[in-house]
């Protein structure tokens, strides 16, 4: 069965630091997209990412960074001198092939807290 | 203007009580998700619509009534709730349903007291 685990429940850090989030998932496809969301305290998850399972290049986007490692069912997560506007909860998620419909299966999310 | 917008954002109900609340994406998808997030628990999958076409009920008690007049818009009829199902229920719109990435709306924060 499909499953993403996201074993950070909160993550603290000061502002600056870099913080890494770590997102482990479970499929039988040979074909799926993982993906990265931000929720804020607003409630609105924010599309970050979507990786699909045939492209393992790393991707950076200004301070986000992603590292897709397929050898260990990895799509980890960081955030590169961090800010006090990066804190939320972040959810990773991976699409599962179920029928015609579009599945996203969700981790649990890992809250982070960058104080000041 | 935002994509997909859902209002009440906040909404206090009875159990006795008839509500609806209302997505609308301006983003020119065709399928439009309903989903719960409770504390604690991973969000849930509720309803999946393509081309105003209800292709998914994840055993949703009867108690939730979605309706999708068209590609546009989606609404989720409540009645005669129980307190547990007080959670943020949030909308999301995809261009199809398969594997393309969805976008949600800040949701609606629902208390059934």
């Known amino acids: 069965a499909q499953k993403v685990t996201q074993a950070q429940t909160e993550i603290s850090v000061v502002e600056k630091e870099d913080v890494t989030l770590d997102c482990v998932y479970e499929?039988?496809?040979?074909?799926?997209?993982l993906f990265w969301y931000k929720q804020p305290p607003s409630g609105e998850l924010v599309f970050l990412i979507r990786?699909?399972?045939?492209?393992?290049q790393n991707e950076i986007s200004g301070r986000y960074s992603w590292n897709f490692q397929k050898s260990t069912s990895s799509f980890n997560f960081t955030i590169t001198a961090s800010q006090v506007v990066d804190s939320a909860v972040y959810f990773c998620?991976?699409?599962?092939?179920?029928?015609?419909?579009?599945?996203?299966?969700f981790g649990t999310g890992t809250l982070l807290a960058v104080q000041p | 203007e935002t994509g997909v917008t859902q209002t009440p954002r906040h909404l206090v109900m009875g159990m006795t009580n008839k509500k609806s609340l209302k997505c609308e994406q301006h983003?020119?998808?065709?399928?439009m998700y309903w989903y719960k997030q409770s504390a604690k628990k991973p969000l849930e999958l509720m309803f999946v619509?393509?081309?105003?076409?209800?292709?998914e009920n994840n055993s949703v008690p009867s108690r939730f009534s979605p309706e999708c007049p068209n590609s546009s818009h989606l609404f989720l009829h409540l009645h005669t709730l129980q307190p547990e199902d007080s959670a943020l229920y949030l909308c999301?719109?995809?261009?199809?349903?398969?594997?393309?990435?969805?976008?949600f709306g800040p949701g609606t924060r629902l208390l059934v007291l």
């Open positions: 499929t039988r496809d040979t074909t799926y997209y």
């Open positions: 998620a991976l699409s599962e092939l179920g029928g015609a419909t579009n599945k996203l299966i």
């Open positions: 999301a719109s995809s261009q199809e349903t398969y594997q393309e990435t969805q976008y």
């Open positions: 983003l020119g998808h065709n399928a």
């Open positions: 990786r699909n399972s045939f492209d393992e």
């Open positions: 619509y393509n081309f105003k076409e209800q292709t």
